[in-house]
């Protein structure tokens, strides 16, 4: 894809004005600098930017409260007693599932341990859980927690992948080859889709049917993968998922997470496990308040409370935009804007290292930068410039081009003032 890019601002402009999907930025409000100008915003991977119909879809449920008070539960057309399962049609399209298989509820690690309750069923030899080097800490901590909870050693009983010596990301073949090698000692196996610290993108459906052959269930942690990323996580098998909606989905700060569960576990499974909640009983039972719990049908069974309607509006906000852009085009572009990013990059002449996979079938919107020796003040430069992306330790810089409200000349403009950043003579404008 490189040999299609050119150097200079004017070929940023040109991609540009070519772009379908160019007048969506207009949907979201860009944070200004402290200067007044517009910020390069390169952070969606931490929290996505508020759609402006956001406020407004917050006052409407707000002015339902207002006029009806409890009454909004059941009001005509909307009524908060389905406002979770009316959107999750859109959801649903997103991460590749069936309607029913998806649920917007909690927060992300709640909804990850509200699953290992149901998918970690460790027994007899088949006690450990595969996981990845450098997985989100709240991720590692919840799989030791459930391990330890269990009665076993983390130390002894959660298995980690890493790299090869002098690589940054994970060969897949080397995932395959441990879990058929121990795959009899794994009783499940938790990834995060896209790892948050490199952004490699694992082979989600080859990762799964290496580990069903061998009698291992497979979750996977979608936070960085949901609505960055195409998935099929009904057509790969996968058991379950779980992700936020806040970073790419811009659902807002905190907002209710997701959770997918594979219909083949809700269709007359008496056998799984869960913790149980009145909201996650069917509507048709709910109202007759015995304690008995008729579940809803698929991943709704495992609700616990009712939806945070006002946290929920934004999100659905969101998932309308996402519905009319379509994420396959996103996922088209996004892909231009991480390799043009590459691209530009690769004609900086310093010392740093690209920790991304270059494959497109390897990575999303994310482009990992590990700056040796001076990271942290080259990062500090970035923000001073009017760049908004993220550092994490022990030494990257996290940008994130989101095909929704980023251009190519953000991503120019980032490249450059990276240079700057690093105390070059610009490359950039020398090519204009």
């Known amino acids: 894809m490189s040999n299609e890019f050119q150097a200079g601002r004017a070929f940023a402009q040109t991609l540009d004005a070519q772009d379908p999907l160019s007048s969506y930025r207009d949907k979201f409000h860009i944070p200004l600098t402290d200067s007044g100008k517009t910020s390069i915003y390169l952070c969606g991977n931490s929290l996505g930017l508020m759609p402006k119909a956001a406020r407004q879809a917050v006052e409407a449920e707000m002015n339902a409260w207002a006029d009806l008070g409890v009454c909004g539960y059941f009001k005509d057309g909307d009524p908060w007693v389905r406002f979770n399962e009316n959107i999750r049609e ?28 149901s998918f970690y069923r460790p027994e007899g030899t088949r006690t450990k859980i595969l996981v990845e080097e450098n997985a989100f800490p709240s991720d590692r901590q919840a799989v030791n927690s459930q391990v330890a909870f269990h009665g076993y050693d983390p130390s002894d009983h959660v298995i980690e992948m890493q790299p090869r010596t002098d690589e940054h990301t994970i060969r897949t073949e080397d995932i395959l080859r441990t879990i058929e090698e121990r795959g009899e000692e794994i009783a499940l196996v938790m990834i995060g889709a896209v790892n948050y610290y490199s952004g490699q993108f694992f082979d989600l459906a080859a990762i799964t049917k290496a580990a069903h052959e061998k009698g291992c269930l497979v979750g996977f942690d979608l936070a960085h993968a949901a609505g960055n990323i195409p998935m099929s996580l009904h057509d790969d098998d996968i058991d379950f998922a779980v992700w936020c909606n806040y970073k790419y989905l811009n659902g807002g700060p905190a907002c209710p997470g997701g959770a997918f569960v ?54 659905r906000t969101s998932l309308k935009i996402f519905a009319e852009a379509g994420i396959e085009h996103l996922r088209d572009k996004s892909l231009r804007l991480s390799a043009y990013c590459m691209y530009l990059l690769d004609q900086v002449d310093a010392e740093f290292e690209i920790l991304t996979p270059r494959d497109d079938a390897q990575r999303g919107a994310q482009v990992s930068i590990l700056v040796h020796g001076k990271g942290r003040e080259v990062f500090e430069a970035l923000e001073a410039g009017g ?19 980023n251009s190519y000349e953000d991503v120019y403009e980032f490249v450059e003032i990276f240079e700057q950043a690093l105390g070059l003579s610009t490359v950039m404008k020398a090519a204009e």
């Open 262 to 315: 594979h219909e083949k576990h809700t269709s007359g499974n008496a056998t799984l496990k869960r913790f149980c909640g009145w909201w996650g009983e069917d509507l048709e039972e709910r109202f007759k308040m015995t304690p008995d719990f008729v579940p809803s049908a698929g991943a709704a069974a495992w609700q616990l409370s009712n939806a945070a309607v006002f946290s929920l509006a934004p999100v």
């Open 90 to 117: 859109e959801m649903a399209a997103i991460v590749g599932a069936r309607t029913t298989e998806v649920v917007l509820m909690n927060t992300l690690t709640v909804n990850l341990h509200l699953m290992m309750v």
């Open 387 to 405: 760049v908004i992306c993220d550092w994490r330790e022990p030494g990257v810089i996290r940008i994130a081009p989101v095909p929704l409200y």
